[in-house]
């Protein structure tokens, strides 16, 4: 950050009063400005016979590969509200969401991811503009290959497990970086 998002003035980085880690401040309205987490919802859209819904992406990063319909959450809007609307804008989909099934942290990218189990409310659903296309799968047919996303392997290889032993438990992970190749 160079310049403070509310008056234009440069900003410098500084330990604000009180604080433990350096802040963007402005030099002239001394507005802090700081820099948080992104959250990042998404479903696991079920169809009643027990396929999920997945989107191969139209979009870097991981263009190309399988996940579940998720993305940045909005200003003004729950995290269940940002999970129907990210799986509306890429699969063209209606759920219902029916309660929070997953919380990643991945702190070495700034993230918290929250995935929602959801029922697919009908079958008309088909690619939104993030979205190259989009397929139900079966726990056999899931392109385990070409996931996009750990979170999204995770999520999917419990869910699987627990819907087996008929119970759902609520995962919270922290996710190390990936090794270096």
């Given at each position: 950050?160079?310049?403070?998002?509310t008056?234009?003035?440069?900003?410098?980085l500084?330990?604000?009063q009180?604080?433990?880690?350096?802040?963007?401040?402005?030099?002239?309205?001394?507005?802090?400005?700081?820099q948080?987490?992104?959250?990042?919802?998404?479903?696991?859209?079920?169809?009643?016979?027990?396929?999920?819904?997945?989107?191969?992406?139209?979009?870097?990063p991981?263009?190309?590969?399988?996940?579940?319909?998720?993305?940045f959450?909005?200003?003004?809007?729950?995290?269940?509200?940002?999970?129907?609307?990210?799986?509306?804008?890429?699969?063209?989909?209606?759920?219902?969401?029916?309660?929070?099934?997953?919380?990643?942290?991945?702190?070495?990218?700034?993230?918290?991811?929250?995935?929602?189990?959801?029922?697919?409310?009908?079958?008309?659903?088909?690619?939104g503009?993030?979205?190259?296309?989009?397929?139900?799968?079966?726990?056999?047919?899931?392109?385990?290959?070409?996931?996009?996303?750990?979170?999204?392997?995770?999520?999917?290889?419990?869910?699987?497990?627990?819907?087996?032993?008929?119970n759902?438990?609520?995962?919270?992970t922290?996710?190390?970086?990936?090794?270096?190749?």
């Open positions: 950050m160079k310049y403070c998002a008056c234009g003035a440069p900003v410098e500084r330990l604000p009180d604080d433990h880690r350096e802040r963007h401040i402005c030099t002239v309205c001394n507005t802090i400005h700081y948080n987490p992104k959250i990042i919802a998404g479903a696991i859209p079920e169809w009643a016979d027990g396929r999920i819904l997945l989107c191969r992406r139209a979009i870097e991981r263009k190309g590969f399988w996940t579940l319909p998720a993305g959450m909005e200003n003004g809007e729950t995290t269940t509200q940002a999970a129907a609307r990210e799986t509306l804008e890429e699969a063209n989909a209606r759920i219902d969401v029916l309660g929070l099934y997953a919380m990643y942290n991945l702190p070495y990218i700034d993230q918290v991811q929250l995935l929602f189990r959801a029922k697919l409310l009908d079958l008309d659903f088909s690619p503009v993030e979205s190259l296309e989009v397929e139900l799968f079966g726990e056999d047919e899931i392109p385990w290959d070409t996931l996009a996303f750990r979170p999204i392997r995770y999520t999917l290889e419990h869910f699987f497990d627990d819907r087996r032993r008929g759902f438990i609520f995962r919270n922290d996710i190390e970086p990936p090794a270096p190749r």
